[in-house]
């Protein structure tokens, strides 16, 4: 393995529960949101994004929530399943142009079977 | 989305020495960027590398380091020059897609011994 997720918050769910990862924005002027996971020896993966006209976008057992009053962000996850088990960093625009992002610290996840 | 591979996926390196990690688009994609993945952290944007003209650095990167070249629009590459075993991270590229999105390639995992 590697060290991806070491020092990282760490959520444990148990598996079929659902999972809420939070993020904490910094910057007012992002319009822009996105949430990637990145299992142990990969890159991080597309997950779900949301801009800033909406509150709330539903994928596949995933949603993510957009509050701009508290500049917070949330994943969650519905019927949690060991697969689920990575770290997932949340990712905004800021005052940037051109598709360049800002990561947040990350969150690891593990889920108990 | 593209697909993005990265070469080598590992190195192990003698401190001194330096290294030169390729990414190859499976399609032209207009930006570029590479970050620096450090154990149990998160990601930080090194720089953009741009078709036909030297990369923009962010802060703290400087090109005698990290020199960076993108000879066309399917690949770049990030060359870590005289390196310490503080070089020790995993070395993302990415390219961005549609939405102000970015899509990640698998990484490559340095250790500076």
């Known amino acids: 393995g590697e060290n991806v997720g070491l020092h990282l918050p760490t959520l444990s769910v148990q598996e079929g529960d659902n999972s809420i990862i939070n993020c904490a924005y910094s910057n007012s002027a992002s319009d822009y949101f996105i949430w990637y996971k990145q299992e142990s020896g990969k890159g991080p993966q597309f997950i779900i994004d949301i801009r800033s006209n909406m509150d709330k976008r539903q994928g596949q057992r995933v949603t993510v929530l957009l509050n701009k009053t508290v500049k917070h962000l949330s994943l969650q996850i519905a019927a949690t399943q060991p697969g689920d088990s990575a770290v997932y960093f949340c990712?905004?625009?800021?005052?940037?142009?051109?598709?360049?992002?800002?990561f947040g610290g990350g969150t690891r996840l593990m889920v108990k079977p | 989305s593209a697909v993005i591979s990265q070469k080598p996926s590992r190195d192990i390196c003698q401190r001194g020495t330096s290294l030169t990690i390729q990414c190859q688009v499976d399609?032209?994609?207009?930006?570029m960027f590479w970050y620096r993945q450090q154990p149990g952290q998160s990601l930080t944007l090194i720089a953009t590398?741009?078709?036909?003209?030297?990369?923009?650095?962010e802060s703290g990167f400087v090109i005698d380091k990290f020199p960076i070249s993108r000879p066309n629009l399917t690949f770049s590459t990030l060359t870590v020059s005289n390196m310490s075993p503080e070089d020790s991270s995993i070395y993302l590229c990415?390219?961005?897609?549609?939405?102000?999105?970015?899509?990640f390639g698998p990484g490559t995992r340095l250790t500076v011994l």
């Open positions: 399609s032209q994609v207009t930006m």
């Open positions: 990415s390219v961005a897609g549609g939405r102000d999105t970015q899509y």
């Open positions: 990712a905004e625009n800021g005052e940037n142009a051109g598709n360049m992002l800002t």
């Open positions: 590398a741009n078709q036909g003209s030297e990369a923009t650095y």
